[in-house]
């Protein structure tokens, strides 16, 4: 019965996400009314939220699809913010070998990543790169600063997400009207700025009645089943026979196309009231083409909790 229950919300999660495909044209993105109209827009849907809160702990349950791929994973994911400056997500998947668990901190500009939970399970290992090579230090510290800008990125994104609260650098500026294809409109912001990291920018698209967020779309790395490379197990690449090695560079490509951004839309629905302010229950991830690979389902938020404090953003 739960596995059914389960599949059922996925299903559901899915026509959100196709239902609010709101399309916006390059050249609306590029141009921008003589009176920016961005500013009072997006105070006017801060202010419909409820008062702004400082911290916030939020627990929900996760459920993801990657694309290409028919078996499901679940898990929990845990986000915490507290303003001006620190973010953290712990989060924990249950997976065939076993659970994968990753707790994600960020403190200024400062960040650690660890895993929270140990990984089991026959056939689990990993691999430092090709020809088991390790890094060279140049390449450490190109690492390091991807992961920092990502980073940053996620914790802009979760304050406009759950918070409803510009980042620090962004700006709003008015984009216009978008329509979906059963003719629903929203009003939408470009959420960027001059001081602010270009992998943080992102389309808020707002209800022109309630002035609650739809849509939020961005840039991101969408999940993905391996297709075409078989070179971790028995099998060879591209389905080979057993035990022939992967062309020199092959891991590496491969994993660089999986990294590539491609454009992320994140639905809102289920909305709740807690505490005097407004949230989504439920966000589901799709892709631009409208195919969902991510389900989030809130079970619990905490605003401006005594318990949370600066000390569970240190480094353990």
Known sequence: MEKVSRRRAWITGAIL??????????????????????????????????????????????LT???????????????KLLLPEMYQRSMTTRMPFGSFGMVQTLNGS?????????????????????????????????????????????????????MLHLPAGFAAQYGGVAQAADGSKAEWLKLNGANASPDAAALLFLDPKTMRPLMLQYQGVVPQAPRNFRGFGGRGPRGGPAGTPPPPGARRRFFMRMMKPQTIRLHFSGWRKVQGRWFPMRLVKTTLQGVTFEQLDVKKIQINSKKLTAAQFAKR
Do not use: C
Not at 47 to 60: E, H, T, V, W
Not at 112 to 128: A, I, K, Q, S
């Open 65 to 79: 699809r990657p694309l290409g791929s028919t078996r499901e994973q679940q898990g929990r994911l845990e986000i």
């Open 17 to 62: 996400g196709a239902g609010l495909g709101l399309s916006v044209s390059a050249a609306a993105q590029a141009a921008a009314p003589a009176a920016d109209r961005g500013p009072g827009l997006w105070q006017q849907a801060a202010a419909a939220m409820g008062a702004a809160p400082y911290s916030l702990d939020i627990r929900a349950h996760l």
């Open 110 to 162: 400062q960040f650690w990543t660890h895993r929270v939970l140990p990984v089991g399970g026959p056939g689990f290992f990993m691999r430092r790169g090709e020809g088991n090579r390790q890094p060279s230090a140049a390449e450490r510290k190109q690492f390091q600063a991807r992961m920092l800008a990502s980073l940053q990125a996620q914790f802009a994104r979760a304050q406009i997400v759950w």
